[in-house]
């Protein structure tokens, strides 16, 4: 077994797989000695900086061929997918809007920009684009309707695989300020964050306690800002 990986700024768990030869994150979410990580990370994707993830010894697989012909071997693997609902500070969608989706990647060279993704919001005010497993960063610019040559009306900076856990001080508050509870911009503005908890609790049927410890209630911010708890499926 290989030494503990410590997790860097801006690594997640599908970044680690492929770094060490995984082509999927099970190898490493089945192995036992990381199952008290994911237990305390609610949602395997979103890790801390300073994270310790056991990395599986990688064992080659061996396949045969015909001599003096082509042979095809597929390998199993599945996209990352970056998923967005887009609302006003209302929470009324930004449906049908035209989007222009830029993402960039780690490179030997530096950040290389992708080309961009371009489309509609759907009647949600969704966006799903297909990223590349080392994608750092990324611009959305939003336009005033499906038309493409319409005026921006928002230009959101993305920056992937920096969320920390919904179980922290940091996790809770920008989801929270993403989904327009103000709850502060440091670990310090606890009072705004408490605050931003209580209206959130409010809004979702929970007591108003505004806690930060209460699992039913940063497993609920997560749920709503559209993590994964375990055994879920996307719809």
């Known amino acids: 077994m290989a030494d503990p990986h410590k997790v860097k700024p801006g690594e997640h768990l599908f970044r680690i797989a492929r770094d060490n030869g995984f082509r999927s994150i099970r190898p490493l979410t089945e192995d036992p000695a990381n199952a008290a990580l994911l ?26 061929g015909a001599v003096g012909r082509f042979n ?6 599945s996209g990352l997918f970056l998923n967005l609902r887009l609302q006003t500070t209302e929470r009324r969608p930004l449906a049908n809007r035209a989007f ?3 993402m960039a990647e780690v490179a030997p060279a530096g950040p290389k920009a992708a080309a ?9 005010g969704e966006v799903s684009a297909e990223i590349s497993i080392f994608d750092i960063e990324g611009e959305l610019v939003v336009r005033a309707s499906d038309d493409a040559a ?14 920390d856990p919904p179980n922290t ?16 911009f440091s670990e310090q503005d606890l ?17 108003a306690t505004g806690r930060t410890d209460d699992p039913v209630t940063f497993n609920r911010i997560a749920h709503e800002h559209g993590d994964l708890l375990p055994n879920e499926k996307v719809p």
């Not at 009072?191 to 007591?207: C, M, N, P, S, T």
């Open 100 to 102: 222009r989706l830029v």
């Open 150 to 163: 319409s005026a921006p009306v928002e230009t959101i900076k993305l920056l992937v695989g920096l969320l």
């Open 169 to 184: 001080i940091r996790g809770q508050q920008v989801r929270l300020n993403n989904m327009g509870y103000f709850a502060g």
């Open 116 to 124: 961009p993704e371009v489309g509609v919001t759907t009647g949600k």
């Open 191 to 207: 009072v705004q964050l408490r605050w931003a908890i209580e209206e959130f609790q409010a809004d979702h049927g929970l007591k």
């Open 39 to 64: 237990r305390q990370r609610v949602n395997p994707a979103t890790l801390l900086v300073g994270d310790e993830v056991v990395i599986p010894t990688f064992e080659p697989k061996q396949a045969e």
């Open 72 to 77: 095809l071997f597929t390998l199993a693997g």
